[in-house]
């Protein structure tokens, strides 16, 4: 006997919810620690300086002062342009009409989209290794110099400092192990106190998911024979809370205090590449990091030519790292 099933009565209607996930990281430390300054030009410039070494052999009985140095000697100029960045979004009339399931307004939706992918955006400019770029015309705009590269990293090796970097601001702070130890992360710490004496006393640690791992590691000993030995973790922690903390987020050390971020997957990116680096980190002095801003992340709606609402997100700013002798990395 026939009967009507799903399989073959036309008309059912779909469950589709109205619940619409998005799952995509968007933390932007780097961004958000950075201190925010005004832009006036496309090219952006501040100053460093720095203090001799001590001399300390004495001056005769008597002498007269007959020489004098210049106290503006080793004062330089630092400078990087601006990047303009834009995320562009369109809706059809008819579509902006139509019930859509988790969606109240397409375009609204589009707008907030677009300015959470330029945040994005900017995160991953600011952490980069690619190099500072003049305007030159069509196919070439102007680009600013990301962190990794103010830091001597060409995106391959360390110690590649830009040629305008003066000497005395190249420290060559880094690490390129492939597993960080605690014993490697301090002499990186002492490698910056060495050359600036940490005025600040305080770091901000921006990690990748791998380095993030190591660091969390260095509560680890390891115990027995070399043919049975394992790892064991030591805490010192308050029973009672029936919970044990395994991320290290605090790092009291000989050289400074390092707070230390939620892992990012933003550092040293390839502009549109889905590949999250491994065993990286930024280990910054938030004091010396800027952002001047030449024009804030804003949104603006064109006119409708008859197809339907349009619209876009821009920013333009300029990466400042206004000591690069206060930061270290690893890769």
Not at 191 to 209: E, K, M
Not at 225 to 235: E, G, I, K
Request: glycine fraction near 8%; aromatic fraction near 10%; charged fraction near 25%.
């Amino acid at each position: 006997m026939a009967k009507a099933t799903t399989l073959n009565v036309t008309g059912n209607r779909e469950d589709l919810t109205d619940i619409l996930s998005l799952m995509e990281p968007e933390m932007t430390p780097f961004t958000s620690m950075a201190k925010k300054k005004k832009a006036n030009a496309t090219y952006v410039e501040w100053q460093v300086d720095a203090l001799e070494e001590p001399v300390f052999g004495g001056i005769d009985e008597g002498a007269d002062v007959s020489s004098f140095e210049n106290k503006g000697k080793n004062r330089a100029r630092l400078g990087n342009y601006i990047q303009k960045e834009r995320r562009t979004f369109a809706v059809s009339d008819i579509q902006e009409l139509v019930a859509t399931a988790g969606v109240k307004s397409e375009f609204a939706r589009a707008q907030a989209l677009a300015a959470r992918e330029l945040k994005r955006d900017v995160e991953a400019a600011n952490c980069s290794s690619q190099e500072r770029q003049a305007e030159g015309g069509a196919g070439t705009p102007s680009k600013t110099r990301g962190i990794f590269r103010w830091l001597g990293f060409n995106g391959t090796a360390g110690g590649n400092y830009p040629s305008d970097i003066p000497a005395d601001q190249q420290v060559n702070a880094y690490d390129d192990s492939t597993t960080i130890t605690e014993s490697l992360f301090n002499g990186v710490m002492q490698t910056l106190f060495t050359a600036n004496g940490a005025p600040g006393s305080s770091y901000a640690l921006i990690p990748d998911p791998t380095f993030k791992q190591d660091v969390t590691e260095f509560t680890r000993a390891s115990s027995g024979s070399s043919n049975t030995q394992f790892s064991v973790r030591n805490f010192n922690q308050d029973a009672n809370s029936k919970a044990i903390t395994f991320s290290v987020n605090f790092y009291d050390g000989d050289f400074g205090i390092v707070n230390i971020h939620r892992p990012s997957v933003f550092l040293d990116r390839t502009s549109g590449s889905s590949t999250v680096s491994t065993g990286k980190a930024l280990l910054l002095d938030p004091s010396q990091i800027s952002l001047y801003m030449l024009k804030a992340e804003s949104r603006a709606e064109l006119e409708d030519q008859g197809g339907g609402r349009r619209g876009y997100c821009d920013i333009i700013w300029a990466l400042g790292c206004d000591a690069p002798k206060a930061h270290g990395f690893f890769y």
